[in-house]
């Protein structure tokens, strides 16, 4: 018989990244364009967020809360100015056992900003 001290569950289900949205540019954000999206896992807690611009570097994003120790955590910041022209923001989530969850948008920014 099977003791409850010996059950474990394996978790290989990846972070479920929902409303991922840019909008126009904010005086909040020190002229920065805002980004928001909410990380969702169903088993385990989010442990940390990324994102990349146009396929650069990974750079951490904090959840609003300041620490990722939830099943859902909601994330908004300013990426930096941007030139104008088409450009792609990807993030990736990470849950406890590093299941990745992404996606991505894609934006236009116009001549003159």
């Known amino acids: 018989m099977e003791k409850e001290s010996e059950r474990f569950e394996i978790d290989n289900t990846p972070p479920v ?3 991922l949205r840019a909008g126009p540019p904010s ?4 002229g920065g364009l805002p980004l928001s999206f909410t990380a969702r896992d169903a088993a385990t807690s989010i442990e940390k967020a990324e994102y990349s611009v146009d396929g650069g570097e990974w750079k951490l994003v904090p959840p609003e809360s300041d620490i990722s120790d939830a099943p859902v955590e909601r994330y908004h910041w300013g990426l930096p100015a941007l030139a104008s022209g088409e450009h792609t923001i990807a993030v990736r989530v990470y849950d406890r056992f590093q299941n990745v969850g992404s996606a991505k948008i894609t934006i ?3 001549a003159g900003k």
């Open 27 to 30: 005086g909040k954000m020190n």
């Open 17 to 19: 990244i929902e409303e």
């Open 108 to 110: 236009q920014v116009p």
